[in-house]
């Protein structure tokens, strides 16, 4: 039989469409296999992978169990992760090395070493979670932190979230703060920092009894101090900032008294005194 080629030698598809097709059908057949002849049986060991050795073989192990009553209301360290679902009697395997998870490990050894692990899907996180129990841990040091193994313990409903913040990743929408009796532009909420472990916004309260929710940020304006109360290192309840242009209550100035101390001033003003609005 003649052959014909293309200029570089080789073969042409359209003068040989039987021969293209001969390897579609050779190469399905070569990937087709008899499922009968599939064994099941298998020889590896079981029970190494539930043992996460990867992990190393120094791991302290921790003695007790905590069981907690159903139906009661706890306040549980929550670890969200993405796309995680942990279910009872399941092993659960971590290396722990950012500063505030570490955190969340060491108040959890020296507690009942439970925390709550929950499903953190697309678009939300789940309102259901299981318990996890500490069991075998080590502490490399704060470039290493932890190595750990966690049981899976207890289904439970998350009823109200915490939400702990960390300044370095704090990212605040592009909203300002506005005076909440005349509108007047007070600041940024991309001007709040915190001066808590617990975030920027915290709720104090006073000798008198008087519980304030604080906003803290490191600018603001639009505001003029008191000149009746003389600043105070003690818990106050007079007010020490008012809006300019109605004289509203909003909050206090504070200013360090040491000169190590960072930021040497900021501003604490009560989140009933402000409004968001769009910048």
């Not at 399905?28 to 043992?51: I, K, N, R």
């Not at 899976?152 to 592009?174: A, E, M, N, T, W």
Request: hydrophobic share 30%; proline share 6%; net charge negative.
């Amino acid at each position: 039989m003649d052959s014909s080629t293309d200029d570089d030698g080789t073969y042409s598809d359209l003068e040989y469409p039987n021969y293209r097709q001969y390897n579609v059908e050779e190469d399905y057949s070569e990937e087709t296999t008899d499922e009968t002849s599939v064994s099941t049986e298998s020889t590896f060991d079981l029970t190494l992978p539930a043992t996460h050795s990867y992990l190393g073989p120094n791991l302290e192990e921790l003695r007790g169990r905590t069981i907690l009553d159903d139906g009661i209301y706890v306040n549980l360290p929550l670890l969200v992760k993405q796309s995680v679902v942990l279910f009872p009697g399941q092993t659960l395997p971590m290396t722990v090395i950012d500063a505030q998870t570490i955190d969340m490990i060491r108040t959890c050894l020296g507690n009942d070493r439970t925390l709550g692990v929950v499903c953190l899907g697309y678009d939300r996180t789940a309102p259901v979670g299981t318990t996890a129990e500490i069991y075998e841990c080590m502490y490399d040091g704060p470039e290493q932190g932890f190595r750990l193994k966690a049981k899976g313990r207890q289904r439970f409903k998350i009823l109200r979230l915490i939400i702990q913040v960390c300044s370095k990743y704090i990212k605040f929408p592009d909203k300002i703060f506005i005076c909440c009796n005349c509108d007047s532009y007070i600041g940024r909420q991309s001007n709040m920092f915190p001066m808590s472990k617990e975030g920027p916004l915290g709720t104090y309260c006073n000798p008198a009894g008087i519980i304030h929710e604080i906003v803290t940020l490191y600018h603001a304006q639009g505001l003029m101090l008191s000149r009746t109360s003389p600043p105070s290192i003690e818990y106050t309840w007079f007010p020490g900032a008012m809006c300019k242009n109605c004289g509203a209550y909003m909050g206090w100035k504070f200013t360090a008294v040491e000169s190590n101390l960072r930021p040497k001033a900021f501003w604490g003003l009560t989140r009933k005194s402000l409004k968001n609005k769009e910048k």
